[in-house]
């Protein structure tokens, strides 16, 4: 069975594996276009939905990038529209953003890659409030994994939760696609948390509402792919990688950075972000 946590993709597979060309119940998706990029919304609306695609009822968007895209700031735009509408919070409430994944291990490194490019304003609200008052306070953690700290990162976010006091979480992390055609050229965002490792059969405790005590959004981009997928008579029991990964994780992190920073400072330009912030490939 060819994994995803892609759920554009799973529909697909779901309709494919049932030989069905009718609209799958519970399901409901339309596609459209944001600042030129290709967007496709999946809501999962009922239990139906939610058995069919293995997946949280909830909203799912995707935006796809076109392969090898190197305009940051274009890509950026985009997300962030996206973002700001799926999260649609209001001016006062705050965030903490949670990098997931292991920085040493390249396509896991797309959530403390991130989240090191963000622009943080929870301690210049506290600290400089003439100058950073009217911000949205924005704080960031990056719990690492398991084997090199020991703790569930999800124990790690629960302290982190409860000092902070935000409003919602968001979390940033790699995926796994169905398909090498959507290897780092497809972002999703969703409304639903995340269960980190689940697209690579290392399912980790699920980042949620119900475990977190506040609403959890998620954004990600596929760093891997299953072998099974690719077809051929190699092993098939692997995960595998784009060869340019390096530059791919650099890239889309640096987008991602920056669709955050955007989305959640809206009164504030790219420019803005540069005296506080750098952004690779920018």
Same mark, same amino acid.
């Not at 629960?158 to 902070?164: E, F, K, L, Q």
């Not at 965002?189 to 399912?203: A, E, F, H, L, Y």
């Not at 990600?220 to 299953?226: F, H």
């Given at each position: 069975? %060819?994994?995803?946590?892609?759920?554009?993709?799973?529909?697909?597979?779901? /309709?494919?594996?049932?030989?069905?060309?009718?609209? $799958? *119940?519970?399901?409901?998706?339309? *596609?459209?276009?944001?600042?030129?990029?290709?967007?496709? *919304?999946?809501?999962?609306?009922?239990?139906?939905?939610?058995?069919?695609?293995?997946?949280?009822?909830?909203?799912? %968007?995707?935006?796809?990038?076109?392969?090898? &895209?190197?305009?940051?700031? &274009?890509?950026? =735009?985009?997300?962030? =529209? /996206?973002?700001?509408? $799926?999260?649609?919070?209001?001016?006062? =409430?705050?965030?903490? !953003?949670?990098?997931?994944?292991?920085?040493?291990?390249?396509?896991?490194?797309?959530?403390?890659?991130?989240?090191?490019?963000?622009?943080?304003?929870?301690?210049?609200?506290?600290?400089?409030?003439?100058?950073?008052?009217?911000?949205?306070?924005?704080?960031?953690?990056?719990?690492?994994?398991?084997?090199?700290?020991?703790?569930?990162?999800?124990?790690?976010?629960?302290?982190?939760?409860?000092?902070?006091?935000?409003?919602?979480?968001?979390?940033?992390?790699?995926? &796994?696609?169905?398909?090498?055609?959507?290897?780092?050229?497809?972002? =999703?965002?969703?409304?639903?948390?995340?269960?980190?490792?689940?697209?690579?059969?290392?399912?980790?405790?699920?980042?949620?509402? /119900?475990?977190?005590?506040?609403?959890?959004?998620? $954004?990600?981009?596929?760093?891997?792919?299953?072998?099974?997928?690719?077809?051929?008579?190699?092993?098939? /029991?692997? %995960?595998?990688?784009?060869?340019?990964?390096?530059?791919? !994780?650099?890239?889309?992190?640096?987008?991602?950075?920056?669709?955050?920073?955007?989305?959640?400072?809206?009164?504030?330009?790219?420019?803005?972000?540069?005296?506080?912030?750098?952004?690779?490939?920018?």
């Amino acid at each position: 069975m %060819i994994r995803t946590d892609l759920a554009m993709e799973a529909k697909t597979l779901f /309709e494919q594996s049932a030989g069905r060309t009718t609209r $799958l *119940e519970g399901v409901r998706a339309r *596609e459209r276009e944001t600042a030129g990029f290709p967007v496709t *919304e999946v809501e999962i609306l009922d239990p139906r939905g939610e058995q069919a695609l293995g997946k949280p009822i909830g909203t799912y %968007i995707t935006v796809e990038l076109p392969k090898h &895209a190197r305009d940051v700031s &274009a890509a950026a =735009q985009a997300v962030a =529209q /996206e973002l700001r509408a $799926l999260m649609a919070l209001g001016p006062a =409430q705050s965030v903490l !953003v949670a990098g997931l994944g292991n920085d040493a291990v390249t396509p896991d490194a797309v959530g403390p890659k991130t989240a090191a490019g963000l622009f943080l304003t929870r301690h210049l609200i506290a600290h400089l409030p003439k100058y950073f008052g009217s911000c949205r306070s924005v704080s960031a953690v990056t719990p690492g994994v398991l084997a090199t700290t020991g703790i569930e990162s999800l124990e790690l976010l629960r302290g982190a939760c409860a000092h902070v006091r935000p409003d919602c979480i968001l979390c940033i992390d790699a995926l &796994a696609a169905g398909a090498p055609e959507r290897l780092c050229s497809t972002i =999703q965002m969703t409304d639903t948390g995340i269960v980190p490792g689940s697209g690579v059969g290392n399912r980790r405790a699920a980042f949620r509402k /119900e475990t977190l005590g506040v609403p959890v959004f998620a $954004l990600g981009v596929p760093t891997v792919v299953d072998a099974a997928s690719l077809g051929g008579d190699g092993p098939q /029991e692997m %995960i595998v990688t784009p060869r340019d990964i390096d530059a791919q !994780v650099s890239f889309l992190s640096a987008v991602l950075s920056e669709a955050i920073n955007l989305a959640l400072h809206p009164g504030f330009t790219r420019e803005d972000f540069a005296q506080f912030v750098s952004f690779p490939c920018s």
